[in-house]
């Protein structure tokens, strides 16, 4: 059975930085995009935007032009764990972010809908 897990999360300051983290259990294969989800407040969870998915087996990585800057997604395969940084925090940053995942692809994926596996989701909360 798949299991998503995230941490991380919390309430920080403008400018501050936070590290992500998702432990995922349950794939058989490398063949599996790991992606995270920003839901907005007021928003559902499948109306979030992806803003960074990594692909597992040649550890491709995708971060949303807007983030390219400030965020980055790595993976640290031995603990089944991808990580989000995120720098230079933004009140506007504030939202639960969700870890995502699906299997049988061959590349980052990049659409929120298109992801089968969810993890319960953390907060991050940026004030200003």
């Known amino acids: 059975q798949v299991q998503l897990m995230e941490s991380g999360g919390g309430s920080v300051q403008a400018g501050g930085s936070v590290r992500l983290s998702c432990v995922a259990s349950?794939?058989?294969?490398?063949?599996?995009?790991v992606g995270w989800i920003r839901q907005a407040p007021g928003k559902e969870r499948e109306e979030g935007e992806v803003?960074?998915?990594?692909?597992?087996?040649?550890?491709?990585?995708w971060v949303k032009d807007s983030e390219q800057d400030r965020f980055t997604i790595s993976q640290d395969k031995a603990k089944n764990t991808v990580y989000l940084q995120m720098n230079s925090l933004k009140p506007e940053d504030t939202a639960k972010h969700y870890c995502?995942?699906?299997?049988?692809?061959?590349?980052?994926?990049?659409?929120?809908?298109?992801?089968?596996?969810w993890g319960k989701g953390t907060q991050v909360t940026v004030s200003s």
């Open positions: 995502a995942a699906v299997g049988g692809v061959r590349w980052t994926v990049r659409e929120t809908l298109e992801y089968d596996d």
């Open positions: 803003v960074a998915s990594i692909f597992i087996g040649h550890e491709s990585k």
């Open positions: 349950g794939y058989t294969t490398d063949s599996v995009a």
